[in-house]
């Protein structure tokens, strides 16, 4: 029999592509977008990421470029990365007044001003040997109480560089709570936290140690959080709130929507989330070979961040996205 009378037809809300704007209810706008970018020390020119295609090591000089690009495409901040010359088991660059992250901060904060959030990892694998986020033991294990002395002193050293947000992404315990006081202390009251608050152990940070040129002796699973673990979570995001943070991170995004829906339902402050290295290789690596469309993959990855709760999206692909948007609105 046919279907003469139907009384309800999803589809009608389908028929056009204003219809289909109209009725959208998760959007992907320029102002909730940060780009990470790296920035390598003694570069003459940009060094392509072989395993993130489409990224690059900045030099200072292409890396103002950028950020300014980021400014005037509207995008809410960049989120800054060093790569030093040399590195050393206690990551000592990292406290370098003068070292390639802490003149990253101000070079970008003189282009962009408050026009663009300069925003800061706060952690030491970049600058370790070793590649571990803190400084060890003598026996080898990440030293959790050594590590948050260093983090609270690196990041009231990229306050005073310019930064508006420090980012510590090292999971020690007690680091937000740590920072916070030491940012207070020195005056720096309205630089704000943002802290990856739920980050677990991925496979999927694979092509971040090629960007960063770490090579990780061992893995991160006695300080990142095992993937079975959804309540895990929400603990330490209550105590990341409880030490101070003003904004809370899950990350990676794409294999814990689940973990960033929840978190969005238990916290009253904005949520972000970090699309990661590996899930934007992914997508470049079946466009390259012609599996996927790359547009319309990276729409639909970052909707679908959006969709799960994220206020924010740390993604590669954040300039790309707000240029096709045409700007700052
Ligand atoms: C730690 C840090 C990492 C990333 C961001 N901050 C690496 C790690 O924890 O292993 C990964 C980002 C990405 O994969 O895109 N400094």
Redesign the pocket.
């Known amino acids: 029999m046919p279907l003469t009378s139907l009384r309800q037809r999803p589809r009608r809300l389908r028929t056009s592509p204003v219809m289909r704007a109209m009725v959208a209810q998760t959007s992907v706008e320029p102002r909730q977008l940060v780009l990470?970018v790296f920035v390598a020390e003694g570069l003459t020119e940009p060094r392509p990421i072989s395993s993130m295609p489409g990224v690059v090591q900045h030099t200072l000089d292409t890396l103002r470029k950028t950020a300014v690009e980021a400014a005037q495409a509207g995008l809410a901040g960049v989120m800054l990365?060093g790569v030093p010359a040399t590195k050393d088991a206690r990551g000592s660059g990292a406290l370098d007044e003068h070292g390639i992250l802490t003149e990253a901060i101000r070079a970008v904060r003189q282009e962009v001003g408050d026009d663009c959030l300069v925003m800061t990892?706060v952690?030491l694998?970049?600058f370790t040997d070793h590649g571990h986020?803190g400084v060890l033991t003598p026996g080898g294990a990440v030293d959790n109480d050594a590590t948050v002395a260093i983090y609270a002193e690196m990041a009231v050293l990229h306050a005073e560089a310019g930064a508006h947000v420090v980012a510590p992404?090292?999971m020690m315990d007690g680091q937000v709570g740590a920072i916070r006081d030491a940012l207070e202390a020195a005056g720096h009251v309205d630089t704000a936290i943002l802290a990856?608050a739920a980050?677990y152990a991925s496979a999927?940070?694979g092509?971040?140690r090629e960007a960063v040129a770490s090579s990780l002796q061992g893995d991160?699973r006695t300080y990142?959080q095992d993937g079975a673990n959804l309540r895990e979570a929400l603990h330490e995001v209550a105590l990341d709130l409880a030490e101070g943070a003003d904004l809370v991170m899950v990350k990676p995004a794409l294999a814990y929507l689940d973990v960033i829906r929840a978190v969005r339902e238990v916290v009253d402050v904005p949520v972000a989330a970090?699309n990661?290295?590996?899930e934007?290789a992914m997508v470049e690596a079946a466009a390259a070979n012609g599996w996927i469309d790359r547009d319309a993959a990276i729409g639909e990855t970052l909707t679908s961040i959006r969709r799960a709760g994220a206020d924010i999206v740390l993604t590669y692909w954040a300039l790309e996205v707000a240029q096709r948007r045409g700007g700052r609105r």
């Open positions: 990470p990365f990892d952690c694998d970049e986020c992404s090292g990856y980050k999927f940070y092509p971040f991160r990142q970090y990661i290295s590996g934007y």
